[in-house]
């Protein structure tokens, strides 16, 4: 219902409307307040403004108005305290014409359903979590990222994954990059570990023979034909000796190899004697037991990409993966971690992750996640059988679930000696729920199905 004079962006701000009827006999009927944009509002249906129209002999069906029916729009008013809003939301949808489109109602019987926004109005809130990540080691990096809060509803959450090329990159393997939102649980939980007394050049060793005093080493001089000594390589000796705080470094001092053989040389350079560097102090491990507290953080993976061997591409290549998380909104919400665990061991890859969050109803509204199975898996090896991992979970649902999605995220990525063939390796996943075989995945895909054209490798 174009409304005359207004002007606007396709999703402007809303207006409240006052809408009326005017029937077949010429008597004006106001069916009540609307929210549109500036440019259109279509009335929809229902039980509020159903009767007003029939006593009047008047009805929206399937977009249309009988013959007679007209709709006017009157002058914009401000809601005020007491009416129904939410109601109104409920039953009013809106929209702008594509530009050039004929000027008409939108209005689609249970297209979009109550309170879901129709295209062209639908307002997608875009946050930059990685902005040109140069993927220069192995590892995580992390980023925060502010969200939404979680009151606002979204019909659909998208992340937007980007890989990329640094102009001097390398660029030319496949590795396996992972996206994690982390939950931090603000729960505290411990691990029993063991301090030493004592390290060695930064490495523990359980027992070490050193002297606190300089020692040399011979060694021949070809212009005098002499043996010459020169001081040997210092050590750095540190030690954590208060047992109340074992992790405190209480001391660092240089000490001197010992127990080595100094040579004798004739003029000739020939070793001709020797004696042995004695030892002069030795200092075994003792090991301090403790517990090392941390908070747990929960890792949900948000998607999986494989980079491709692009040795031959373009510098300048892009390429935008598409991942819904919608499932996920639970974990995206207000403040929150994000992780990038790139396992490559060549650098030059950047990517840049996004998320769109468009606002709306779901079709079906996710409220709890629970981790099933993660990691890395090796499968083939009768020694150490995949199903030692993959162990039967139990669940309960609560009474008001609805409905339970399983979603599994298998690559078949990587490598394992039984058969020597790396990810090209055709491999089945099957899924058992109670016992019973639910469904069967073969995890491979042909070449020539590959969503990329003339790409080197496996996405």
């Known amino acids: 219902l174009q409304i005359p004079g207004a002007s606007g962006p396709p999703c402007g701000p809303a207006q409240a409307l006052q809408l009326r009827a005017i029937d077949v006999a010429g008597t004006p009927v106001v069916v009540g307040r609307v929210r549109g944009t500036p440019s259109t509002v279509s009335l929809v249906p229902n039980q509020v403004f159903d009767p007003v129209l029939k006593d009047r002999g008047l009805g929206i069906e399937g977009g249309r108005t009988p013959l007679g029916a007209q709709f006017e729009a009157l002058s914009p008013l401000r809601p005020q305290r007491g009416h129904a809003v939410s109601r109104v939301d409920e039953i009013v949808e809106a929209r702008r014409p594509e530009r050039g489109a004929p000027q008409k109602s939108h209005f689609q019987p249970g297209l979009y359903g109550p309170g879901a926004t129709p295209p062209g109005c639908i307002h997608t809130t875009k946050i930059i979590a990685f902005d040109k990540l140069s993927m220069n080691h192995y590892g995580n990096f992390d980023t925060w990222v502010k969200f939404p809060s979680a009151d606002k509803k979204y019909q659909r959450v998208w992340m937007k994954y980007t890989i990329g090329c640094e102009s001097n990159g390398q660029c030319e393997w496949d590795y396996t990059n992972t996206l994690y939102v982390r939950e931090h649980t603000k729960k505290n939980d411990s691990t029993l570990m063991q301090a030493p007394s004592f390290k060695v050049n930064g490495k523990v060793q359980d027992s070490f023979n050193f002297s606190p005093k300089v020692t040399y080493i011979n060694v021949f001089n070809s212009v005098t ?68 507290v941390f908070e747990v953080v929960n890792n949900y993976e948000l998607g999986r990409m494989i980079t491709p061997y692009a040795k031959f591409f373009p510098k300048t290549f892009q390429y935008e993966y598409a991942f819904d998380v919608t499932d996920l909104i639970t974990q995206l919400h207000d403040s929150v971690e994000i992780r990038m665990m790139y396992s490559g061991y060549s650098w030059g890859f950047v990517a840049n992750v996004k998320f769109e969050f468009v606002e709306g109803t779901p079709t079906r509204e996710a409220y709890k996640v629970d981790r099933i199975y993660e990691g890395y898996l090796a499968y083939g090896n009768a020694n150490n059988p995949i199903e030692k991992y993959l162990i039967p979970k139990t669940f309960t649902t609560d009474s008001f679930t609805k409905s339970v999605k399983l979603r599994l995220t298998i690559t078949g990525h990587g490598a394992e000696n039984n058969e020597n063939c790396s990810e090209f390796c055709a491999k089945k996943i099957y899924v058992k729920l109670n016992d019973s075989l639910i469904a069967q995945q073969l995890v491979w895909k042909p070449c020539g199905f590959n969503a990329i054209s003339a790409q080197g490798g496996t996405w």
């Open 225 to 292: 034909k002499l043996t010459d000594s020169v001081p040997s390589t210092s050590i750095l000796l540190s030690r954590y000796s208060d047992v109340s705080r074992p992790l405190v470094l209480t001391d660092t001092i240089r000490v001197y190899p010992v127990n080595y053989y100094r040579y004798m040389f004739d003029t000739a350079g020939a070793k001709i004697d020797s004696f042995l560097v004695p030892i002069e102090q030795t200092i075994k491990l003792v090991n301090t037991p403790y517990y090392n």
